[in-house]
């Protein structure tokens, strides 16, 4: 086996008095764990494409088989909008979504490798270690995104707040993905098995597209899936991102929504650093 390949697969390098509190300490834990994760997926393009192929699909036939009834539907005697336009936003939320459930199955595999003991007795932060390989999946969601909205404006969708305005949709969908990964990682990191890992992780995925604003306006939908869209995630980043793509800079929209996405980002991205801390303890007994 090569040297490069090794790199790809071995645990990061600790040498002593370069991680947990030495000289360097946090910044340099997250680096490793950024760095070995990103490698990690470049050495297997599955991980970098495996999370597009949904989402294309869903915004081709989508646009291309409802695009018509769909337009007529959602601007009601309003402003024309283009379902390519009112749809694409959706398209962003749900390649986070896809992106940050495989998340917890790179763990899993960290896990079946032995590598996850190794990075536990070492004298890395455990923060530091999510934050690493939290970072690593958030520069391929960006990537992701990047590549969707490109594909939507080719299909005739239209971001009315221009480049800046894409840009800021791709922080959304980063912000958005940021609780669906520490989640992702914490069923890792309870089941310690792949097949419940995508079980757990992928089986909320429809349900939580379907059941929210993604695909139609929210007043269209049953009485029941309004009430359940006001407490699903799913509903807060498609709205920030498709007031973005739609009306413009409405901060009084956007800020409230993406506000709520990062309260959450905060609550289970604690809860994971919580389950690390728990599993390196179970490790060292």
């Known amino acids: ?12 390098t600790i040498a002593p008095g370069e991680t947990g509190g030495g000289e ?9 764990n950024f760095k070995r994760w990103n490698l990690k997926a470049v050495r297997n393009p599955f991980v970098l494409t495996a999370s597009l192929v949904q989402p294309i699909v869903f915004l081709v036939l989508f646009t291309q088989v409802f695009g018509q009834v769909a337009s ?6 309003g402003p024309a909008v283009t379902y390519e336009s009112f749809l694409l936003p959706a398209i962003v939320i749900q390649v986070s979504l896809v992106a940050a459930a495989t998340s917890g199955i790179g763990l899993v595999n960290d896990i079946e490798e032995g590598m996850f003991e190794k990075v536990l007795v070492s004298p890395m932060n455990r923060a530091a270690v999510f ?14 995104i990047l590549i969707i909205l490109g594909l939507g ?6 971001i009315e707040t221009g480049v800046a305005g894409a840009l800021a949709i791709v922080v959304i969908g980063i912000v958005f993905a940021g609780w669906f990964t520490a989640f992702s990682n914490v069923v890792a990191l309870v089941t310690r098995d792949q097949e419940s890992t995508i079980i ?6 429809f349900p939580l597209l379907f059941v929210s604003s993604a695909f139609l306006p929210v007043e269209l939908l049953p009485e029941w899936i309004q009430l359940i869209s006001d407490f699903n ?7 920030a991102a498709r007031t973005l793509v739609i ?12 506000g709520v996405l990062v309260g959450l980002d905060l609550v289970l991205g604690a809860f994971a650093v919580y389950m690390l801390n728990r599993a390196s303890s179970s490790e060292v007994e």
Request: proline share 4%; glycine share 12%; charged share 20%.
């Open 233 to 239: 995630p799913v509903t807060y980043g498609v709205d």
């Open 1 to 12: 086996m090569s040297t490069e390949t090794d790199e790809a697969t071995a645990g990061p």
């Open 153 to 158: 404006v080719l299909l005739g969708a239209n």
């Open 247 to 258: 009306d413009g800079w409405i901060w009084e929209t956007i800020l409230p929504n993406v």
């Open 131 to 144: 934050l690493g390989k939290t970072l690593a999946e958030m520069l391929r969601i960006t990537v992701q």
């Open 24 to 32: 360097r300490g946090f910044r340099t834990d997250v680096w490793v």
């Open 200 to 205: 757990g992780a992928n089986i909320l995925q």
């Open 72 to 77: 007529g539907a959602i601007s009601r005697g």
